[in-house]
């Protein structure tokens, strides 16, 4: 079929299969690149396949010649309809791993279901005894509880108090405010609970349970702090007590797994361009602002990037460099005071007209449309694609 990108809001409901291929051999490429990381062996990613969690999976094989498996969710292809674009990266990314000689299988399913745990504990019993890393990268808007099989929401709120800023409509260039209205309710329980440690925690005590957690293994879920501006929807808002849950339950898991001298550490990450990102108010336009400065300065970095450098001179080095939180930080060239004092002067006088000049909303749009495989280099969008692409290691 010949694909087109349909957008609903921020969201793009079509993908593209040769468009999400080319982009995860891009990836590949970069780490094919650069120097080999004396890293992991036999890698867990949970939530593999789009952002951070796919980029992990790439540096963990290609950069270390890893066996990987990974666990995500994401809707296969129908005849006339095409899949999710983390189905398309899937597929690619085994391709080439499998073609290297690499081990590389995956689970389709609910990674918050003890079934999916259950199952990913019995392959990798079967297939590769022991786990030295475990990558934590979900990012979801809901959580049905295992026990209670009640569904949560998380929200992205304030708390207290209204927020007001300007926001930009990435399609349009369109520069607006945006009126958040605080949280109520359950609305930060109920995002802890989505978006906080309690099932990361549960994922590391089903894999210790089971035996399958080598002496010295390591685990990282991923977290984000960010700037001044977007603190009251981010880091102080909903999203970001749920940020908090997560960063405390690293420790609580270090102890849990002390008797194979397991640690567990968050990273907190750069913001990026991400089907998660473009969700929340506001980070649009901070991250198009971001990326101007950024790339003007030669620091910009995308997910592949982030993560190799993440694996290399943070993750696999003699002492692990954290923050005062005890923190894995690889925003430190995004929250660089040149580049924020920056960023805050342009945020001032984005307006409608001027965005495209002052800013990498071109950029950021290339980037969003990435995603899902459009826009890409050396497609050729009017020619027909198969959408009924199958995963080669899918369980
Ligand atoms: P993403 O949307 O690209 O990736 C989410 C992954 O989770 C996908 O592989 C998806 O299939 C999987 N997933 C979602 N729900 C699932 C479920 N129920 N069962 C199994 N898999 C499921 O998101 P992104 O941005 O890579 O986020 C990953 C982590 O990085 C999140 O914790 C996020 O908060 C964090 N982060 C993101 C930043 C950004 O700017 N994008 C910055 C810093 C941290
Ligand atoms: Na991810």
Redesign the pocket.
């Given at each position: 079929m010949i694909i087109t990108p349909r957008t609903r809001g921020f969201i793009c409901l079509t993908a593209h299969p040769t468009g999400c291929a080319k982009e995860v051999e891009r990836q590949i490429n970069y780490v094919n690149a650069k120097e080999k990381i004396d890293g992991p062996k036999n890698v867990l990613v949970?939530?593999?396949?789009?952002?951070?969690?796919?980029?992990s999976r790439i540096t963990a094989a290609f950069g270390s010649h890893a066996s990987t498996i990974?666990?995500?969710?994401?809707k296969p292809p129908k005849e006339g309809r095409p899949a999710?674009p983390?189905w398309y990266n899937t597929a690619a990314f085994e391709e080439k791993a499998q073609q290297q000689g690499l081990y590389a299988k995956s689970i389709n399913?609910?990674?918050?279901?003890t079934e999916?745990k259950s199952q990913t504990v019995e392959l990798i019993k079967q297939d590769l005894g022991k786990i030295d890393l475990v990558i934590?990268?979900?990012?979801?808007p809901?959580?049905q509880h295992p026990e209670t099989g009640e569904r949560f929401r998380s929200v992205l709120k304030p708390i207290g108090q209204t927020f007001k800023n300007k926001t930009v409509d990435f399609h349009t260039g369109e520069i607006s405010q945006v009126h958040i209205e605080p949280a109520e309710g359950d609305d930060i329980e109920n995002t802890v609970t989505v978006?906080g440690g309690d099932d990361w925690k549960r994922w590391m005590s089903a894999l210790h349970k089971a035996n399958v957690l080598s002496e010295n293994v390591m685990t990282v879920?991923?977290?984000?702090i960010g700037p001044d501006l977007t603190q009251p929807i981010y880091r102080d808002g909903t999203?970001g007590k749920a940020?908090e849950d997560?960063e405390h339950t690293a420790s609580e898991i270090t102890t849990s797994i002390s008797d194979v001298k397991g640690k567990a550490y968050v990273s907190?990450?750069?913001?990026?361009?991400?089907?998660?990102?473009s969700a929340i108010p506001v980070?649009p336009l901070y991250?198009s602002l971001l990326y101007k400065i950024m790339k003007e300065k030669n620091i910009h970095e995308g997910?592949i990037e982030q993560m190799y450098r993440m694996f290399k001179e943070r993750l696999y080095v003699d002492e692990i460099p954290l923050d005062d939180k005890g923190r894995i930080r690889i925003?430190d060239w995004e929250m660089r005071a040149d580049v924020q004092q920056e960023v805050e002067q342009l945020w001032e006088q984005a307006t409608t007209e001027n965005i495209y000049e002052i800013s990498d909303l071109k950029g950021y749009h290339t980037d969003f449309f990435n995603?899902f495989g459009f826009e890409v280099e050396e497609i050729d969008y009017d020619k027909e694609v198969n959408e009924m692409v199958a995963i080669p290691g899918l369980q």
């Open positions: 949970i939530g593999s396949s789009t952002g951070f969690g796919l980029a990974g666990v995500y969710l994401e999710s983390g399913g609910d990674a918050f279901s999916i934590y990268s979900l990012a979801s809901v959580r978006m879920a991923y977290s984000y999203i940020k997560l907190v990450n750069k913001a990026l361009v991400t089907q998660a990102s980070i991250i997910c925003d995603l």
